[in-house]
């Protein structure tokens, strides 16, 4: 039975996971931006300031995951599932490693490192799309765990 806690968890997750998806288009509008060579430091300063926001609101989602969230409650209710948990908490430490990696590499760069900028721009992109390819094996493992009828009944 749901109590308080387990909805009002529920409903911050959903909102938390609103927000990356927002974050996570503004980061890829920002990424997509032509820029011409002039307006390149505009371009830096506001991927800068989006990867943090990014940052910021995929530590806190995979923070409500990890921390009560669904993962442990999927491994008690199908422990059938639980190589398929461990992948999407391993991904987890990659994330979390790759944005460790990335931000200083973008913070520290200079206006005129155009190349090693689209580099890193092709490295976000890639981390971006990994995200979302999480997400999506995410709430299909949910959607099996909470909507699969095993039967028994009669």
Known sequence: MATVQDTSL?????????????????????LDWKAPVVSMPRKLSSL???MKSFRRHLERVISIEE???????VA???P????RINSLASDHGRFRARIRQ???ELDELSDWEEERFHDLCDEIRYLVDDVDRHDA????????????????EG
Request: net charge negative; hydrophobic share 40%.
């Open 10 to 30: 529920a409903s911050v997750s959903w909102m938390e996971h609103k927000i990356l998806e927002h974050v996570k288009q503004a980061l890829r509008v920002t």
């Open 137 to 152: 094996l995410e709430i299909e493992l949910l959607q099996e765990s909470l909507l699969l009828d095993e039967g028994g």
């Open 80 to 83: 059938n599932l639980q190589s």
């Open 48 to 50: 800068q300031f989006t």
């Open 102 to 104: 990335l931000a200083p």
């Open 67 to 73: 921390e009560g969230g669904y993962l442990d409650d």
């Open 76 to 78: 008690d209710w199908k």
